[in-house]
């Protein structure tokens, strides 16, 4: 009696890994938890986009909450979420902008001709405030709470499910 | 003949000739045990742009930024740990591709051992089964051998 129990046992092993694999097949393994978390946003001294001569530091970019989007020209995903982001700054959400290792003229340019959600846009064209922020591609979103610490980072485009799902809610908790 | 063959050395020596010398001009050293160090550390941080690869591997844009900051770090006189330390406050353990021992990573640790483990006493149990009847068979008690007799007796009488 007691044997037979021991002849389930490679498929309860089957069904373990199954589920194991099954889950994985819907986390995308690009999405990193970013280790900036509970941090405040780090410091920096950059241009700002629209007036060059302008120094800019975290200061600048005044009381939480607000999103900092990572965004570039020649990022095409960025140009696919731009519209929402056009939106949502109507709705009254605060959006500062840092364009990522981008060529200065285009993105202007492109402020100019899609709307400009942001109401201050840091020139990276280093990268460096990115690499103190963590960022490893473009677009990610960060949502930083009134005391300028960030609560969480978004990977990928910010959209209507995104934020209804997801973001919307983190970015009023941050707001409290 | 031994022309093309001569032509084709020259050719390859310049070949070769380049291309180490492009592989040094990127970063260039004085100092040899900053080189080594600087090699042990682009092998070992792992590029979180462009997964499984490190950003000595990798020709993405992001590795090119940290191995540039890699390398100033290194140049400045900072030490193998300190860069670790730097990339992995920005990019968290994942950038490492020797992650700490915390209780989140036990299973990457510690799970092979587990399922070593697992095989071993399964194997001594099996082992174990094998073994025991045999003995136990040979070995009946008195008690045991003048039930057995009485069963067959009885067993004769029935038939």
Redesign the interface.
Same mark, same amino acid.
């Given at each position: 009696m007691n044997k037979r129990i021991f002849l389930l046992l490679p498929l309860l092993a089957f069904v373990a890994v199954g589920v194991f694999f099954y889950s994985a097949l819907f986390s995308d393994p690009r999405e990193l938890e970013s280790a900036l978390v509970g941090k405040p946003v780090p410091d920096f001294q950059l241009p700002d986009l629209l007036n060059p001569q302008q120094q800019t530091d975290v200061s600048s970019f005044g009381e939480g909450p607000y999103l900092l989007n990572v965004w570039a020209t020649w990022c095409p995903t960025c140009r696919a979420e731009h519209e929402f982001l056009n939106t949502l700054a109507a709705q009254g959400v605060k959006i500062v902008g840092l364009n990522y290792k981008d060529e200065p003229t285009k993105a202007r340019r492109w402020l100019a001709q899609l709307g400009d959600p942001y109401v201050l846009n840091v020139l990276d064209y280093e990268g460096t405030f990115a690499i103190d922020l963590g960022v490893y591609g473009a677009p990610e979103t960060f949502i930083v709470d009134r005391q300028g610490v960030i609560q969480y980072r978004h990977v990928g485009d910010v959209n209507v499910r995104v934020w209804q799902e997801k973001l919307a809610d983190l970015y009023r908790q941050a707001g409290e | 003949m031994s022309t093309l063959y001569r032509f084709c050395v020259a050719l390859i020596a310049v070949i070769w000739a380049v291309s180490a010398q492009a592989a040094i001009d990127a970063y260039p050293f004085e100092d040899a045990a900053k080189e080594a160090q600087f090699r042990e550390l682009i092998n070992e941080i792992r590029c979180? /742009?462009c *997964?499984n690869q490190t950003i000595s591997d990798s020709d993405a $844009? &992001?590795a090119k930024? &940290?191995k540039d /900051?890699t390398y100033e770090m290194v140049q400045q006189g900072a030490s193998k740990q300190q860069v670790i330390d730097y990339m992995? *406050?920005?990019? $968290?353990d994942?950038v490492h591709y020797q992650p700490p021992i915390k209780q989140s990573t036990w299973v990457l640790w510690f799970g092979p051992f587990a399922f070593l483990l697992i095989a071993v006493v399964g194997v001594m149990i099996m082992i174990a089964k094998k073994r025991a009847p045999k003995a136990a068979a040979g070995q009946l008690t008195d008690a045991e051998k003048a039930r057995l007799q009485e069963l067959m007796k009885k067993d004769d009488s029935n038939s």
């Amino acid at each position: 009696m007691n044997k037979r129990i021991f002849l389930l046992l490679p498929l309860l092993a089957f069904v373990a890994v199954g589920v194991f694999f099954y889950s994985a097949l819907f986390s995308d393994p690009r999405e990193l938890e970013s280790a900036l978390v509970g941090k405040p946003v780090p410091d920096f001294q950059l241009p700002d986009l629209l007036n060059p001569q302008q120094q800019t530091d975290v200061s600048s970019f005044g009381e939480g909450p607000y999103l900092l989007n990572v965004w570039a020209t020649w990022c095409p995903t960025c140009r696919a979420e731009h519209e929402f982001l056009n939106t949502l700054a109507a709705q009254g959400v605060k959006i500062v902008g840092l364009n990522y290792k981008d060529e200065p003229t285009k993105a202007r340019r492109w402020l100019a001709q899609l709307g400009d959600p942001y109401v201050l846009n840091v020139l990276d064209y280093e990268g460096t405030f990115a690499i103190d922020l963590g960022v490893y591609g473009a677009p990610e979103t960060f949502i930083v709470d009134r005391q300028g610490v960030i609560q969480y980072r978004h990977v990928g485009d910010v959209n209507v499910r995104v934020w209804q799902e997801k973001l919307a809610d983190l970015y009023r908790q941050a707001g409290e | 003949m031994s022309t093309l063959y001569r032509f084709c050395v020259a050719l390859i020596a310049v070949i070769w000739a380049v291309s180490a010398q492009a592989a040094i001009d990127a970063y260039p050293f004085e100092d040899a045990a900053k080189e080594a160090q600087f090699r042990e550390l682009i092998n070992e941080i792992r590029c979180p /742009k462009c *997964q499984n690869q490190t950003i000595s591997d990798s020709d993405a $844009g &992001l590795a090119k930024d &940290l191995k540039d /900051k890699t390398y100033e770090m290194v140049q400045q006189g900072a030490s193998k740990q300190q860069v670790i330390d730097y990339m992995v *406050q920005r990019y $968290g353990d994942f950038v490492h591709y020797q992650p700490p021992i915390k209780q989140s990573t036990w299973v990457l640790w510690f799970g092979p051992f587990a399922f070593l483990l697992i095989a071993v006493v399964g194997v001594m149990i099996m082992i174990a089964k094998k073994r025991a009847p045999k003995a136990a068979a040979g070995q009946l008690t008195d008690a045991e051998k003048a039930r057995l007799q009485e069963l067959m007796k009885k067993d004769d009488s029935n038939s």
